[in-house]
C-alpha cells in the first residue's frame, strides 16, 4: 500500500497526460483542415468566417471555465473529467457529419463547454496528489500533453489530405470515447482534506457555492496572478490558431505541410520548456520564495524576442527558430502557472482559482483569434504578431515588482 502510495500520483499524471493531449488535439486539428473542408463548407473560404469558427470555442470555453472550477471544488474530480472526455470526443465524432458552417460552429460551442471542465478538475487533482518538491514538474509533464496534442492536431490536415477531413474527426473522436471508459476503471479523486469528518458534517456547515470567488477576488495577490496568465495567453493563443497559417504564408508551402511544421517544432520547443521549467522551479523554490516566479519569468522573457522574429523573419531557418524559442519560453511559463497559484491559494479553492484564470485567458484568446482572422485577410498577420511582443513585456514588468509569495505552498 505504501508503494501505490508513492507510485500513484505519478499513474495520476500518466492517466491524465493522455486526456490533456485528447483535449488539444480535438480542438487544435479544426486550425490546419480549413483547406480541405472549405471545399464543401464555402463559408470557410473567408479567414473572418474561420477565426469566428475558432472564437466561438474559445468564448463559450472562457465562460464556462469559472463554473466548472466552482463544480471541480465541490464534488468528484473523476466523474467531471471522465463525463468531459465523453462528451467532447462525441462532439468530435458527430463534426464528422456536418455540412454546413451553421452545423461546426454549433458543435464547436457545445465542444466549448465540454473541454473547459476539465483543465480546472485535471490540475487541481495533480496539485492534490504532489507535494512543492514535484508539482511543478508534475504539471509540466502533464503540460507536455497539451503540447503533444496540439502537434497531433497538426496532423489533421495530413489526414485531411490522405483520406477526408471527416476520417479525421470521426477517428479522434471514437479514440476518446474509448478513453473515456480506461479512465472509469483507474482514475480515482483524491480525498479532500478540507472536508469536514462525517461526525462533524452537520454541526460544520460547508462553504457557500460562491464563498470561494469572494475569497479569491478579495485576495490582491490574486488579480495579479489573474492579469499575469491572462496577458501572455493573448500571443498563445495566436500561436496556436495562426501559426500554421502564418507558416504557410510566409514560407510560401502549404498547409499539409505547414501544420506538422508549425505545431511540432511549438510542441517540441514546449516540452523542453515544461521539463526544464518545472525542474528548475521545483528546486528553486526550496530555496527561495520567488523561485517559481523567476522560473516562470525568464520563460516568459524568452517569448519576446520569438514574437519580434516570427513577425518579421522571412527565412525558414529565423521563423523556425523564433517558434521554437516561443514555444521553449512560453513551456517554462505554462508549468508554472498552477505552482505559483498554489503559493497564494488554499487546496480548496484552485480549481475555482485556475477556472478564473482560464476564463481571462482564454477570452484573451478568443479576442486575438477573432483580430487576427481580420489581420490575415488584410495581409498583416506578421506585423501584428510582432505588435504582441510589448504587451508580454509590460506583464512581466507587473510580476516581478508586485507578485511576493510568502509561503511555499500554501494550505489556508
Given at each position: 500500500?505504501?508503494?501505490?502510495?508513492?507510485?500513484?500520483?505519478?499513474?495520476?499524471?500518466?492517466?491524465?497526460?493522455?486526456?490533456?493531449?485528447?483535449?488539444?488535439?480535438?480542438?487544435?486539428?479544426?486550425?490546419?483542415?480549413?483547406?480541405?473542408?472549405?471545399?464543401?463548407?464555402?463559408?470557410?473560404?473567408?479567414?473572418?468566417?474561420?477565426?469566428?469558427?475558432m472564437a466561438i470555442f474559445l468564448w463559450i470555453y472562457a465562460f464556462m471555465s469559472p463554473v466548472a472550477g466552482i463544480i471541480a471544488d465541490k464534488v468528484n474530480?473523476?466523474?467531471?473529467?471522465?463525463?468531459?472526455?465523453?462528451?467532447?470526443?462525441?462532439?468530435?465524432?458527430?463534426?464528422?457529419?456536418?455540412?454546413?458552417?451553421?452545423?461546426?460552429?454549433?458543435?464547436?460551442?457545445?465542444?466549448?463547454?465540454?473541454?473547459?471542465?476539465?483543465?480546472?478538475?485535471?490540475?487541481?487533482?495533480?496539485?492534490?496528489?504532489?507535494?512543492?518538491?514535484?508539482?511543478?514538474?508534475?504539471?509540466?509533464?502533464?503540460?507536455?500533453?497539451?503540447?503533444?496534442?496540439?502537434?497531433?492536431?497538426?496532423?489533421?490536415?495530413?489526414?485531411?489530405?490522405?483520406?477526408?477531413?471527416?476520417?479525421?474527426?470521426?477517428?479522434?473522436?471514437?479514440?476518446?470515447?474509448?478513453?473515456?471508459?480506461?479512465?472509469?476503471?483507474?482514475?480515482?479523486?483524491?480525498?479532500?482534506?478540507?472536508?469536514?469528518?462525517?461526525?462533524?458534517?452537520?454541526?460544520?456547515?460547508?462553504?457557500?457555492?460562491?464563498?470561494?470567488?469572494?475569497?479569491?477576488?478579495?485576495?490582491?495577490?490574486?488579480?495579479?496572478?489573474?492579469?499575469?496568465?491572462?496577458?501572455?495567453?493573448?500571443?498563445?493563443?495566436?500561436?496556436?490558431?495562426?501559426?500554421?497559417?502564418?507558416?504557410?504564408?510566409?514560407?510560401?508551402?502549404?498547409?499539409?505541410?505547414?501544420?506538422?511544421?508549425?505545431?511540432?517544432?511549438?510542441?517540441?520547443?514546449?516540452?523542453?520548456?515544461?521539463?526544464?521549467?518545472?525542474?528548475?522551479?521545483?528546486?528553486?523554490?526550496?530555496?527561495?520564495?520567488?523561485?517559481?516566479?523567476?522560473?516562470?519569468?525568464?520563460?516568459?522573457?524568452?517569448?519576446?524576442?520569438?514574437l519580434l522574429l516570427v513577425g518579421f523573419g522571412a527565412s525558414l531557418f529565423s521563423i523556425i527558430a523564433a517558434a521554437f524559442c516561443f514555444g521553449f519560453g512560453?513551456?517554462?511559463?505554462?508549468?508554472?502557472?498552477?505552482?505559483?497559484?498554489?503559493?497564494?491559494?488554499?487546496?480548496?479553492?484552485?480549481?475555482?482559482?485556475?477556472?478564473?484564470?482560464?476564463?481571462?485567458?482564454?477570452?484573451?484568446?478568443?479576442?486575438?483569434?477573432?483580430?487576427?482572422?481580420?489581420?490575415?485577410?488584410?495581409?498583416?498577420?506578421?506585423?501584428?504578431?510582432?505588435?504582441?511582443?510589448?504587451?508580454?513585456?509590460?506583464?512581466?514588468?507587473?510580476?516581478?515588482?508586485?507578485?511576493?509569495?510568502?509561503?511555499?505552498?500554501?494550505?489556508?
Open positions: 500500500m505504501r508503494q501505490e502510495n508513492k507510485t500513484y500520483p505519478w499513474i495520476v499524471v500518466g492517466l491524465l497526460w493522455v486526456v490533456a493531449l485528447l483535449n488539444y488535439m480535438d480542438r487544435q486539428m479544426l486550425s490546419t483542415m480549413r483547406p480541405s473542408m472549405q471545399i464543401d463548407i464555402s463559408e470557410l473560404q473567408s479567414a473572418t468566417n474561420f477565426g469566428r469558427l474530480r473523476k466523474w467531471l473529467i471522465v463525463a468531459s472526455l465523453f462528451i467532447w470526443s462525441g462532439v468530435t465524432f458527430a463534426m464528422g457529419y456536418a455540412t454546413t458552417f451553421d452545423q461546426l460552429y454549433w458543435l464547436r460551442a457545445i465542444m466549448g463547454v465540454s473541454e473547459a471542465v476539465y483543465i480546472p478538475a485535471g490540475l487541481a487533482m495533480i496539485a492534490d496528489y504532489h507535494t512543492s518538491r514535484t508539482r511543478s514538474l508534475a504539471i509540466g509533464i502533464h503540460m507536455t500533453g497539451l503540447y503533444m496534442g496540439q502537434a497531433l492536431g497538426g496532423f489533421g490536415a495530413t489526414i485531411a489530405g490522405t483520406f477526408s477531413w471527416q476520417h479525421a474527426f470521426l477517428s479522434f473522436g471514437l479514440i476518446g470515447m474509448v478513453y473515456s471508459v480506461v479512465l472509469l476503471l483507474f482514475l480515482r479523486d483524491k480525498p479532500r482534506l478540507t472536508e469536514p469528518a462525517p461526525a462533524l458534517q452537520d454541526a460544520t456547515p460547508r462553504p457557500g457555492l460562491f464563498k470561494g470567488l469572494a475569497t479569491l477576488l478579495g485576495n490582491p495577490s490574486f488579480w495579479i496572478i489573474l492579469f499575469y496568465f491572462a496577458v501572455p495567453s493573448i500571443p498563445g493563443w495566436g500561436v496556436k490558431n495562426w501559426l500554421p497559417t502564418l507558416f504557410a504564408n510566409k514560407l510560401n508551402i502549404d498547409m499539409a505541410t505547414a501544420g506538422p511544421l508549425a505545431t511540432i517544432t511549438i510542441a517540441a520547443s514546449s516540452f523542453l520548456g515544461v521539463i526544464t521549467g518545472g525542474v528548475l522551479s521545483d528546486r528553486w523554490v526550496q530555496r527561495l520564495l520567488k523561485g517559481r516566479i523567476y522560473t516562470s519569468a525568464i520563460g516568459l522573457g524568452l517569448t519576446i524576442p520569438a512560453f513551456g517554462m511559463f505554462d508549468a508554472n502557472n498552477m505552482p505559483i497559484l498554489c503559493q497564494f491559494v488554499a487546496p480548496r479553492y484552485r480549481a475555482t482559482a485556475y477556472g478564473l484564470m482560464n476564463m481571462m485567458g482564454v477570452c484573451s484568446g478568443a479576442f486575438i483569434t477573432d483580430w487576427l482572422g481580420k489581420s490575415t485577410d488584410a495581409g498583416n498577420l506578421g506585423r501584428d504578431f510582432a505588435m504582441l511582443s510589448v504587451i508580454v513585456l509590460a506583464v512581466l514588468l507587473v510580476q516581478l515588482l508586485f507578485l511576493r509569495p510568502k509561503h511555499i505552498d500554501y494550505e489556508g
